[in-house]
């Protein structure tokens, strides 16, 4: 079973960039399904992106086409472009495996806070 180790966040002008990984601690070639989650605390929880174990894509359309999910064989990531100052919250990853490693339980990060200043 793999960890996680988070990276990315922090604070940034309107219109920057940020990229946010949920790195393996270990490669591994088992399918992921992997989702970004948002929190704030007046808006609560909500799904921004999604990418399958199968490759389907899919976006809030809050953030697509300024947001890109990825992910590899050492994480999953989302690139965040001409942020917004609505943009800040605290970004959680979800990971859900398949193949070998799908005995695995879900896998949750802990958050990453991202500030977008105006």
């Known amino acids: 079973q793999v960890e996680l180790v988070e990276s990315g966040g922090g604070s940034v002008q309107a219109g920057g960039s940020l990229r946010l990984s949920c790195a393996f601690n270990?490669?591994?070639?088992?399918?992921?399904?992997s989702t970004w989650y948002r929190q704030t605390p007046g808006k609560g929880r909500s799904t921004i992106s999604n990418?399958?174990?199968?490759?389907r894509l899919s976006y809030d359309q809050s953030v697509k086409d300024r947001f890109t999910i990825s992910q590899d064989r050492a994480g999953v990531y989302l690139q965040m472009n001409s942020l917004k100052p609505e943009d800040t919250a605290t970004y959680i990853c979800?990971?859900?495996?398949?193949?070998?490693?799908?005995?695995?339980?879900?896998?949750w990060g802990r958050g990453i806070l991202v500030t977008v200043a105006s």
């Open positions: 979800k990971l859900v495996w398949y193949d070998e490693c799908v005995h695995w339980p879900d896998s």
């Open positions: 270990q490669p591994t070639d088992c399918r992921v399904d």
């Open positions: 990418l399958s174990a199968w490759g």
